[in-house]
Every structure is written in structure tokens, then in C-alpha cells.
């Protein structure tokens, strides 16, 4: 957990901002415990004083973000929240299920120290996608970052395993996306019944069967990277909606990796990036060889 700093203060105060509800108590043992950095150099000076642009980090020992249901939450302060949302989870509630959502477990989690707090929702993935979302804690806070999105003032990578070798080493992908009957997204030529979409692609490895790349989002339209993959021919693994015959990982091969923007509120660089999950790493980390 990081944050740049925009008020003067003591060290301890700064970090209750990265720690909301956390007691003076348990905050003086991650001091005690040498986990909190003042731009990069470990501190245990609960007085030491502290003024805008510097940045405070505390280090985690193995993974100490709380995690919900399978969701992790990796910042939290009294504006929003930053989660890392496994796959197989909706972001929000659809006819078919109201409580297994990113939501639903996050409202419940806030309810439970504040009755009174609200939740409001930013941005989506996939129920099959993993990754980084963030979710504002007030109406004014969520229309700030929404504008933010709009504006593409966002930065937002995926990591996608897709199907072929793809032999462009990078491009962009343009298109206005509609929804047919079938709930699918595709690409059509009329504008006015569409929705711009605008896909960035880079070619991070290639096997003789699939092809890794790096997914930058200028637009966020629903289905947006699976529905563009696919038209070029190469769908995401484990995208059986958008034609892929191919499901090496058990799971889609997408993932929201980086998520960054500035704080709606206080106007400094917020910016989360996960681990490799699991089922990407040996496509992520592994040399090019003899694999799939």
C-alpha cells in the first residue's frame, strides 16, 4: 500500500490514511516492526514530520491485504477502494445472482464498520476476468472518476493469452461495438448504432499455439479486448462466447494487471499493479520453448 502524501503531518497520522480504522496501537508495531518506508527508506518515528509529494508505503509481511470471499482489497481510504477480483466472480448483480458479487461482499465489509457507508460502482470486469477494480465510497467521488474514464484519463492494462501465433508485433484495434441478440458484442460499420472502442495490443511472447500480449484499454466498452481478439482471429483462451477451442489455463486468459489514475479528491498518483496470478505464469515468466 502507497500513498503520496498532500497535507503536512506526523508520520503516524499519514499512515492511518492508508490504513483506515487500524488503532494508534497496531500502527506503532508496523512502525515498531520496520514495514512502513518514507520515500523508500524504512522509518519508526511516529513524530517524524511528513509534507506534500513525499510517499508512504507499508510493506506487507506475505500478504497481509484483507481478502474477502476470494477478493482482495489492496487500498482503501475514505474515498475509495482498490480491489484485486479473483475470476469467476460478477462485479455487480445480474438477474441471475444478487449476493456472490464483487459489490455485495464489499458494501457487507464497509457495513460492518460504518453502517451508514455507501458503495458505488466505477467500472466492470468480466465475471471470467481477473484484476484490479476500483469502486468510490460517496456519488461526488464516483462522478469524478467516471469523468476520469470518460476523459481516458485512466491507465489500464491487461494481460491476455490468446489463441495463434499472432505475428504483429504490436497495433490498434477500431471499431463501434453493438450488442445482437445473442448478448454478444461485435464490430460494426454505422457509428450511430454503436459504441467507438479502441484497443491497444503488443506482443509480449509467442508459443507455437498462442501468443501473449499486453492489452491497453482507451475505451471501456463491455466485452471491448475478448470481442476485438476475436475478430482478429484470435480469441482468448477459454473464450468459448467469442469462438476459442482452446483452454490450456482452465480459466480465460485475461487479466487486469495495472490499474492507475489520480486521486479524484486529492489529486495524487494512485496506481496498483498485481502479481502474475498463478495460471498466467508459466506463459508470463517461462522462456519461449516447446509449450502448448
Same mark, same amino acid.
Given at each position: 500500500?502507497?500513498?503520496?502524501?498532500?497535507?503536512?503531518?506526523?508520520?503516524?497520522?499519514?499512515?492511518?490514511?492508508?490504513?483506515?480504522?487500524?488503532?494508534?496501537?497496531?500502527?506503532?508495531?508496523?512502525?515498531?516492526?520496520?514495514?512502513?518506508?518514507?520515500?523508500?527508506?524504512?522509518?519508526?518515528?511516529?513524530?517524524?514530520?511528513?509534507?506534500?509529494?513525499?510517499?508512504?508505503?507499508?510493506?506487507?509481511?506475505?500478504?497481509?491485504?484483507?481478502?474477502?470471499?476470494?477478493?482482495?482489497?489492496?487500498?482503501?481510504?475514505?474515498?475509495?477502494?482498490?480491489?484485486?477480483?479473483?475470476?469467476?466472480?460478477?462485479?455487480?448483480?445480474?438477474?441471475?445472482?444478487?449476493?456472490?458479487?464483487?459489490?455485495?461482499?464489499?458494501?457487507?465489509?464497509?457495513?460492518?464498520?460504518?453502517?451508514?457507508?455507501?458503495?458505488?460502482?466505477?467500472?466492470?470486469?468480466?465475471?471470467?476476468?481477473?484484476?484490479?477494480?476500483?469502486?468510490?465510497?460517496?456519488?461526488?467521488?464516483?462522478?469524478?472518476?467516471?469523468?476520469?474514464?470518460?476523459?481516458?484519463?485512466?491507465?489500464?492494462?491487461?494481460?491476455?493469452?490468446?489463441?495463434?501465433?499472432?505475428?504483429?508485433?504490436?497495433?490498434?484495434?477500431?471499431?463501434?461495438?453493438?450488442?445482437?441478440?445473442?448478448?454478444?458484442?461485435?464490430?460494426?460499420?454505422?457509428?450511430?448504432?454503436?459504441?467507438?472502442?479502441?484497443?491497444?495490443?503488443?506482443?509480449?511472447?509467442?508459443?507455437?499455439?498462442?501468443?501473449?500480449?499486453?492489452?491497453?484499454?482507451?475505451?471501456?466498452?463491455?466485452?471491448?479486448?475478448? @470481442?476485438? $481478439?476475436?475478430?482478429?482471429? *484470435? &480469441? /482468448?483462451? #477459454?473464450?468459448?462466447?467469442?469462438?476459442? +477451442?482452446?483452454? !490450456?489455463?482452465?480459466?480465460?486468459?485475461?487479466? @487486469?494487471? $495495472?490499474?492507475?489514475?489520480? *486521486? &479524484? /479528491?486529492? #489529486?495524487?498518483?494512485?496506481?496498483?499493479? +498485481?502479481?502474475? !496470478?498463478?495460471?498466467?505464469?508459466?506463459?508470463?515468466?517461462?522462456?519461449?520453448?516447446?509449450?502448448?
Amino acid at each position: 500500500m502507497k500513498l503520496v502524501l498532500s497535507n503536512e503531518n506526523s508520520l503516524l497520522e499519514a499512515i492511518h490514511e492508508l490504513v483506515l480504522g487500524a488503532s494508534n496501537r497496531t500502527l506503532r508495531q508496523f512502525l515498531q516492526h520496520g514495514r512502513v518506508r518514507l520515500n523508500g527508506a524504512t522509518s519508526k518515528i511516529a513524530t517524524q514530520h511528513v509534507v506534500p509529494g513525499d510517499v508512504v508505503e507499508i510493506v506487507t509481511q506475505g500478504d497481509s491485504h484483507p481478502t474477502i470471499s476470494g477478493l482482495k482489497i489492496v487500498y482503501e481510504d475514505k474515498d475509495i477502494i482498490l480491489i484485486e477480483k479473483p475470476t469467476g466472480l460478477l462485479t455487480v448483480a445480474t438477474p441471475h445472482e444478487q449476493e456472490k458479487t464483487a459489490y455485495a461482499y464489499l458494501r457487507q465489509y464497509l457495513k460492518e464498520r460504518n453502517p451508514k457507508q455507501k458503495l458505488f460502482i466505477v467500472h466492470r470486469l468480466d465475471k471470467f476476468a481477473s484484476g484490479v477494480l476500483v469502486f468510490a465510497k460517496s456519488e461526488p467521488v464516483q462522478a469524478k472518476l467516471q469523468a476520469l474514464f470518460s476523459r481516458h484519463d485512466i491507465r489500464r492494462k491487461y494481460w491476455a493469452i490468446v489463441e495463434g501465433r499472432l505475428e504483429k508485433d504490436h497495433g490498434t484495434i477500431r471499431s463501434y461495438l453493438a450488442e445482437n441478440r445473442a448478448n454478444r458484442m461485435h464490430s460494426i460499420e454505422d457509428g450511430s448504432d454503436g459504441k467507438l472502442a479502441v484497443t491497444h495490443f503488443c506482443v509480449l511472447k509467442r508459443f507455437p499455439r498462442l501468443t501473449v500480449l499486453e492489452v491497453t484499454l482507451e475505451t471501456g466498452r463491455k466485452n471491448q479486448i475478448r @470481442a476485438h $481478439l476475436a475478430e482478429m482471429g *484470435h &480469441p /482468448i483462451v #477459454g473464450d468459448r462466447a467469442y469462438g476459442s +477451442t482452446m483452454n !490450456p489455463m482452465g480459466r480465460l486468459g485475461l487479466h @487486469a494487471f $495495472l490499474l492507475g489514475f489520480k *486521486h &479524484p /479528491i486529492l #489529486g495524487t498518483p494512485i496506481e496498483h499493479k +498485481t502479481k502474475v !496470478p498463478p495460471e498466467f505464469s508459466r506463459y508470463l515468466t517461462h522462456r519461449q520453448s516447446k509449450e502448448e
